[in-house]
């Protein structure tokens, strides 16, 4: 009788083991589905302020066409028209950001540099561990019974 209840209660252990994994399984699915939503959003809120900066700078890009035209008509200079090379360049690549294929450009070389260049990436001191975490938390908490005057 009692071989009987421990195999059970083995069973029992088994099939709660399996059933944790999976929701520990789903837990992480479905965080990284959230972690990408928000990467997904903040793209596109970055790529958003981009077309808005675009039109701005094509106003001021305009702004500064007219006013070159105008007084190179009056004083018959080349020079007046020199600031225009710049702004040119400058509404370009907004424009090539903003609307073109830009985008892909840089995304397509962040690809290389995480495939051939991963050394770049590593963090100064190594990835934070849980135990780092906690000996900074620590020392944090020891500064402010230290320095009891200062945080307040």
Request: no cysteine; charged share 30%; aromatic share 10%.
């Amino acid at each position: 009788m009692g071989n009987y209840f421990t195999v059970s209660m083995e069973e029992d252990f088994k099939k709660n083991q399996d059933f944790i994994t999976e929701i520990n399984n789903i837990k992480i699915e479905r965080q990284v589905q959230m972690r990408n939503q928000l990467r997904e959003r903040q793209v596109a809120l970055e790529l958003a302020k981009q077309r808005e900066l675009f039109y701005w700078l094509g106003l001021f890009y305009i702004t500064s066409v007219a006013g070159a035209i105008y007084s190179y008509r009056n004083k018959r200079k080349l020079s007046t028209l020199a600031p225009l090379v710049p702004l040119t360049f400058i509404y370009a690549y907004q424009a090539d950001l903003a609307y073109g294929n830009k985008m892909r450009r840089i995304l397509g070389e962040a690809e290389r540099i995480m495939r051939y260049e991963e050394e770049l990436l590593s963090l100064p001191l190594g990835v934070p561990t849980a135990s780092s975490i906690d000996v900074k938390r620590m020392e944090n908490e020891e500064q402010k019974k230290l320095h009891v005057h200062i945080s307040r």
